[in-house]
């Protein structure tokens, strides 16, 4: 019965926290660019969904979300030490880039209707 109710606990925090693991990877950021010219990573979405923006210094929380539909540009440009994020035309600030973090885009994909 304990076994049942830490399980159904655990699926309650998931549900209502939401679980990263349902989530793809989409594009990453190494960070180690050695920003003698600007570089830019850009792909279009593989799906409708939501697209998440998370940093390695603190990996569970999103810096930033934006819904996207199937063919939007996602990514990211660099620049010397400077970074940002890219989602449908707007532009993200990356200020922990200059201080070693590295940046991942991640879709929840839209959930089907039935």
């Given at each position: 019965?304990?076994?049942?109710l830490a399980c159904w606990a655990a699926?309650?925090?998931?549900?209502?926290?939401?679980c990263q693991s349902d989530k793809m990877?989409?594009?990453?950021?190494?960070?180690?660019?050695?920003?003698?010219?600007?570089?830019?990573?850009?792909v279009t979405a593989p799906e409708k969904?939501?697209?998440?923006?998370?940093?390695?210094?603190?990996?569970?929380?999103?810096?930033?979300?934006?819904?996207?539909?199937?063919?939007?540009?996602?990514?990211?440009?660099?620049?010397?030490?400077?970074?940002?994020?890219?989602?449908?035309?707007?532009?993200?600030?990356?200020?922990?880039?200059?201080?070693?973090?590295?940046?991942?885009?991640?879709?929840?994909?839209?959930?089907?209707?039935?």
């Amino acid at each position: 019965m304990k076994r049942w109710l830490a399980c159904w606990a655990a699926m309650m925090v998931c549900g209502i926290a939401g679980c990263q693991s349902d989530k793809m990877t989409v594009l990453s950021l190494d960070n180690g660019q050695d920003g003698a010219r600007p570089v830019r990573q850009v792909v279009t979405a593989p799906e409708k969904g939501t697209y998440y923006l998370y940093s390695s210094i603190d990996p569970k929380t999103a810096v930033y979300h934006i819904d996207l539909k199937k063919g939007d540009e996602v990514g990211f440009s660099m620049s010397g030490s400077r970074a940002q994020g890219l989602a449908k035309g707007v532009l993200i600030e990356l200020s922990d880039y200059s201080e070693g973090a590295s940046y991942t885009w991640k879709v929840e994909p839209e959930k089907k209707k039935e």
